[in-house]
Every structure is written in structure tokens, then in C-alpha cells.
């Protein structure tokens, strides 16, 4: 059992956990709201958080860093705190509610079920693809390859929300043209392989 850190050694070893063979926690404590406004970024619940980050590393960062390399992550986990601010003050955060299971990784979702999301993106993909539309490349690259929950890409960098989930949707959606919703289940181009849009692409590594 961890508590909630209360000194700045107690969120030095919440840093020092390592949820997987390449990546530490603190390695997602960053944030821009947290930095600039002064919001301690810093679980409720550090074992859930913990459980659900594992997760998110083992099943997804670490074969998507092995394929491509190193991973640049932009946001990952969020304080209920930091994300009630941004939401509040309109810094590209969805409710606390909505976030849940998602960046909030120390509260579980409507459903009772963990989660727990990262917005990165991939130098492989920026340096050899130039066309707007080329984030569908990796979009399903990662739904053939990887027990995803959701996608959301955006359209600096390419970077993407992936996460992981108890109950996954395997739902993909964009802010990048073509916006929308690439797949999900129900729609006729979610079952298959889709090889030929990710032609080229590196095998997949564990």
C-alpha cells in the first residue's frame, strides 16, 4: 500500500516505481497546467494509479517503443486537480467524469473499471511521413497489432491519446483530416487485416 505522497521524498518514490522494463512514473507526472499554475500533480490513489500504468505500459508503450523506438510522451497522468482545472479553465481537458480511467489513472470510470491513457508521439512516424492524412498509417498499425481501448490523434506531431482499459471499445477517432471516426465496432472496416495502409512498417517487437 502507497499513500498519497505528502513530502517531496514521497514523490520521489512514487517516481522511482517502475511500471515496466523502460518507463518509471515519473516519467508521466509532467504536465504544462500542473508546471505554470502551481497544481501539485500527484495521485489520490497511487496503487491504482500504479496497477492501471503498468498496464498501460506492458501491453502497449513498450511493443510500440521496441517497433519504433523511443517514444516522446507530451501528457500522461493528470490529478483529478489539474484536470478539474484545465476542464474548467478550457485547456484541452474533459471533465473529471469523462477523464476517468483515462489521464485521471487513480479513479475508476462510471463502470467501477481501470484505466489509464497517454498522449505521445512517435519520431518514426514524423520522419518519414509528410501528408496529413498519413496518422492512419499507425491507426492501424496499432489496431492490428495492439490490445488498445481507445485512440484519439491530433494534428501537431501526429501525437495521440492510446489507452488502456479493463473494457475495451477499440474505438479510433481524429482531429486530423479525415476527422471523425476512423473505426469501431459495428463499422464495416473494423474486422480484417489493413496491412496495406502500413505497408513498410517494422515488425511488430515484444
Request: net charge neutral; charged share 25%.
Amino acid at each position: 500500500m502507497m499513500r498519497k505522497p505528502g513530502s517531496m521524498k514521497g514523490l520521489e518514490d512514487l517516481g522511482r516505481v517502475r511500471l515496466s522494463r523502460n518507463f518509471f512514473f515519473r516519467d508521466f507526472l509532467h504536465s504544462e497546467i500542473a508546471d505554470f499554475y502551481r497544481i501539485p500533480n500527484i495521485p489520490e490513489d497511487p496503487d491504482l494509479a500504479i496497477e492501471a500504468g503498468k498496464r498501460l505500459c506492458e501491453d502497449l508503450l513498450e511493443p510500440l517503443e521496441a517497433t519504433f523506438g523511443r517514444l516522446h510522451i507530451r501528457s500522461g497522468y493528470r490529478s483529478p486537480d489539474v484536470n478539474r482545472f484545465g476542464n474548467e479553465n478550457k485547456l484541452n481537458c474533459s471533465t473529471n467524469a469523462a477523464t476517468s480511467a483515462h489521464h485521471i489513472w487513480d479513479m475508476r470510470d462510471f463502470d467501477g473499471c481501470m484505466g489509464a491513457a497517454v498522449c505521445i508521439a512517435v519520431p518514426w512516424m514524423i520522419d518519414r511521413y509528410r501528408d496529413e492524412s498519413d496518422w492512419q498509417r499507425l491507426a492501424w498499425w496499432i489496431h492490428d497489432h495492439l490490445p488498445y481501448a481507445s485512440l484519439c490523434f491530433f494534428p501537431k506531431l501526429w501525437a495521440f491519446n492510446i489507452q488502456w482499459h479493463e473494457r475495451p471499445k477499440r474505438i479510433i477517432q481524429s482531429y486530423v483530416s479525415p476527422r471523425g471516426i476512423l473505426t469501431k465496432p459495428g463499422m464495416t472496416n473494423w474486422a480484417g487485416n489493413h496491412g496495406a495502409f502500413y505497408e513498410g512498417f517494422p515488425r511488430l517487437r515484444s
